[in-house]
T-cell receptor, first 111, second 109 residues
Framework: EPEVTQTPSHQVTQMGQEVILRCVPI?????FYWYRQILGQKVEFLVS????????KSEIFDDQFSVERPDGSNFTLKIRSTKLEDSAMYFC?????????FGSGTRLTVV | KNEVEQSPQNLTAQEGEFITINCSYSVGISALHWLQQHPGGGIVSLFMLSSGKKKHGRLIATINIQEKHSSLHITASHPRDSAVYIC???????????FGTGTRLQVTL
C-alpha cells in the first residue's frame, strides 16, 4: 500500500537554527499538508499545498515557516529560526478524493 | 470555526467489550474522518464518512448529519486496539482537517 514517507524521524536543533523537514507524498495525490502536534495537545493544521502553491494556511504558519515542492516528489517544511515552542511532532499528509494518508511524523525538539 | 469535541477523553475496557467513542462538531461538514494514533505517534486513517455507516472488520463508524454527531464502535475489543482515536472534520470546500482532542483507549486482558 502506498505510503507517505517523512525524514528524519527525530531531529534535535538549537534555538535559532533553521530546520527542514522532508516528506515524500503519495505520487498520484493532489493535496499536500503539514500538521503539527505539541506534546499532549491535539493535532493542528499548518498549511495545505495544491497545484504548486499554498492553498490555505493557519495563523501558526507565520513568516518563519515556508513550504516547497522542489522536485515534483519531495515536499518540505522549513522553519527559519526555531523557537522552543516549535518543539512538536510534525506530520505530513497527502490526499486525493478526500481520502487522507499521513506520514509517521518527525519529532522536532528545540533546545 | 468548527469545534470538534470527543467523549470520553479516556476509556479503559476489558478484552471482548463493546466500545463506543463519540464525536460532536459545531458547524456543517463535508466529511468526517476517524483516525488512530499509536503510542509511537503515527496516524492511520480508519474511515472517511459523509453520511450513514461504514464497517471494516470489528470497527463500525456512523454519522448523523442532522445531529452533528458521529460514533466509532469497536466490537470484541482486543489489547491491540489500545491507541488514541481521533475524530477530524472537513468543512465546505476546504481540504484541511480540524481535529478533536482524541480518546485514549486502553484494552486490558
Amino acid at each position: 500500500e502506498p505510503e507517505v514517507t517523512q525524514t528524519p524521524s527525530h531531529q534535535v536543533t538549537q534555538m535559532g537554527q533553521e530546520v527542514i523537514l522532508r516528506c515524500v507524498p503519495i505520487s498520484n495525490h493532489l493535496y499536500f499538508y503539514w500538521y503539527r502536534q505539541i506534546l499532549g495537545q491535539k493535532v493542528e493544521f499548518l498549511v495545505s499545498f495544491y497545484n504548486n502553491e499554498i492553498s490555505e494556511k493557519s495563523e501558526i504558519f507565520d513568516d518563519q515557516f515556508s513550504v516547497e515542492r522542489p522536485d515534483g516528489s519531495n515536499f518540505t517544511l522549513k522553519i527559519r529560526s526555531t523557537k522552543l515552542e516549535d518543539s512538536a511532532m510534525y506530520f505530513c499528509a497527502s490526499s486525493r478524493a478526500g481520502g487522507y494518508t499521513f506520514g509517521s511524523g518527525t519529532r522536532l525538539t528545540v533546545v | 470555526k468548527n469545534e470538534v469535541e470527543q467523549s470520553p477523553q479516556n476509556l479503559t475496557a476489558q478484552e471482548g467489550e463493546f466500545i463506543t467513542i463519540n464525536c460532536s462538531y459545531s458547524v456543517g461538514i463535508s466529511a468526517l474522518h476517524w483516525l488512530q494514533q499509536h503510542p509511537g505517534g503515527g496516524i492511520v486513517s480508519l474511515f472517511m464518512l459523509s453520511s450513514g455507516k461504514k464497517k471494516h472488520g470489528r470497527l463500525i463508524a456512523t454519522i448523523n448529519i442532522q445531529e452533528k454527531h458521529s460514533s466509532l464502535h469497536i466490537t470484541a475489543s482486543h489489547p491491540r486496539d489500545s491507541a488514541v482515536y481521533i475524530c477530524a472534520v472537513r468543512t465546505g470546500t476546504a481540504s484541511k482537517l480540524t481535529f478533536g482532542t482524541g480518546t485514549r483507549l486502553q484494552v486490558t486482558l
